[in-house]
């Protein structure tokens, strides 16, 4: 396994309560440092932290009283103690809005939530991961920052490479929205299509680790990945802090890889773990286009290996056809009492309209994704509509603008009231 090693022990690197890397299959621990599987037995590796010395309520008031990003959870984080000085883009704080007209139309009774990720500075979710990836590149010594992206990751990768003086160069599909092309290659940064789907342009990122041209490179979802996947986490944290400090009964999160879902499992478990929130059962379903639905087939069919798929979708921040973390999502569906559903490009754009009409929410096709899964669970009673529910969307629809193209004028008419009254609109 070809890995940079720019700085990779404890001693040379300040990343707070980040004790080691942990593998996830067996446990194997190694010192802090760009690796991202085990040399043991290949497993993916993830960050182990050494908690012991929080106070629950000192440490309560001190997230509190921090800043309204993500740095208010820096004790949490693998991040140094002054990460709220240095340049950096701050997502986090969100909205989480109380859908009740969307609750209505779904008949949820027991509250419905929109966790808007779209207000980020980027406006996705990837903004949280990138934060995390880039203080892990500092401390690592990398001098330019990259990855392999859907679209949403590499708008974050060169707004925050802008922000903190790196180089920055990424790599998508070739045939990406528009939008999220303008958004990523506005920051100046190199930006470089792949003649192929993400499952290529992630093999081609892992081959460029290993060769000299990608010395001092950061790869935000290979070698960073263990550092950048820890943002996801933020997003529980936020959740359980904006409901007053209690766990969701039941959460609807996008699969793309699976990372997001498992770090937000991860970030419950550890809230718990440190006495913030009571510890009760929660439920985490998953949600998948069906073009592109590897995971949910994996589970409808109670198969514990996820058979990878040529993705052909809308949702194209999902279209991951081979999800690293997919055997993960499985395992935490299974035990939580979720369940993994998909949708059809049909029913998203249905569910981005409903999200608009009912909470003025413009959310992106992965938006519609949880949404349209939401009705759907519920329709087949996999979902408990008496129970507090969260739903992520997880970016912002002006970048996915094609999949509501048919949308738009409800009538042309001449400037005069009898025209208007005409085309009754009275």
């Not at 925050?160 to 929205?177: K, N, Q, T, W």
Request: negative net charge; contains cysteine; aromatic residues 6%.
């Amino acid at each position: 396994m070809a890995v940079q090693t720019v700085a990779s022990t404890t001693d040379s690197v300040d990343l707070g309560p980040a004790a080691a890397l942990s593998c996830r299959e067996c446990g194997h621990r190694v010192p802090l440092g760009p690796v991202f599987a085990c040399e043991e037995c290949f497993g993916p590796l993830e960050i182990a932290y050494d908690f012991s010395a929080y106070d629950t309520e000192e440490l309560r008031k001190q997230i509190e009283a921090g800043p309204a990003n993500i740095w208010r959870y820096a004790p949490l984080l693998p991040v140094p103690a002054d990460v709220a000085d240095k340049p950096n883009i701050n997502p986090g704080w969100t909205k989480l809005v109380k859908a009740d007209n969307l609750a209505r139309e779904l008949g949820v009774t027991g509250g419905l939530y929109v966790k808007d990720d779209s207000g980020n500075p980027t406006h996705s979710f990837k903004d949280r991961v990138v934060a995390q990836a880039i203080e892990a590149a500092r401390a690592f010594g990398f001098t330019t920052l990259s990855c392999s992206s859907t679209g949403n990751l590499a708008g974050a990768v060169g707004a925050a490479a802008a922000r903190a003086g790196f180089r920055s160069c990424v790599f998508i599909p070739h045939d990406l929205e528009q939008g999220k092309v303008v958004m990523a290659a506005v920051y100046g940064g190199e930006l470089v299509g792949i003649e192929g789907n993400y499952d290529d342009v992630n093999r081609f990122c892992s081959e460029l680790i290993g060769d000299p041209a990608g010395e001092g490179w950061g790869f935000v979802n290979v070698n960073l990945r263990p550092y950048y996947a820890e943002g996801s986490k933020t997003l529980a944290y936020e959740i359980c802090e904006q409901l007053g400090w209690r766990l969701p009964d039941q959460l609807v999160v996008p699969i793309a890889s699976g990372s997001q879902l498992t770090k937000i499992d991860k970030g419950l478990q550890e809230l718990i773990k440190l006495g913030l929130v009571e510890d009760k059962p929660y439920k985490i379903f998953g949600a998948q286009a069906e073009g592109c639905s590897p995971v949910s087939v994996a589970y409808k069919a109670g198969h514990d290996v996820v058979r990878p798929q040529k993705p052909d979708t809308i949702a194209k921040s999902l279209a991951i056809g081979n999800p690293a973390d997919g055997p993960y999502v499985l395992d935490i569906a299974r035990r939580t009492g979720g369940a993994v559903e998909d949708v059809t490009d049909e029913q998203i754009v249905d569910a981005i309209k409903l999200l608009a009409r009912t909470e003025g929410i413009f959310a992106e096709t992965a938006g519609g994704v949880t949404v349209g899964v939401t009705k759907k669970l519920v329709e087949n009673g996999l979902l408990d509509p008496a129970l507090t529910t969260v739903v992520l969307n997880t970016g912002d629809g002006l970048k996915t603008l094609d999949a509501v193209a048919g949308t738009g004028l409800t009538a042309t008419i001449r400037p005069s009231l009898d025209s208007f009254r005409e085309a009754g609109l009275v």
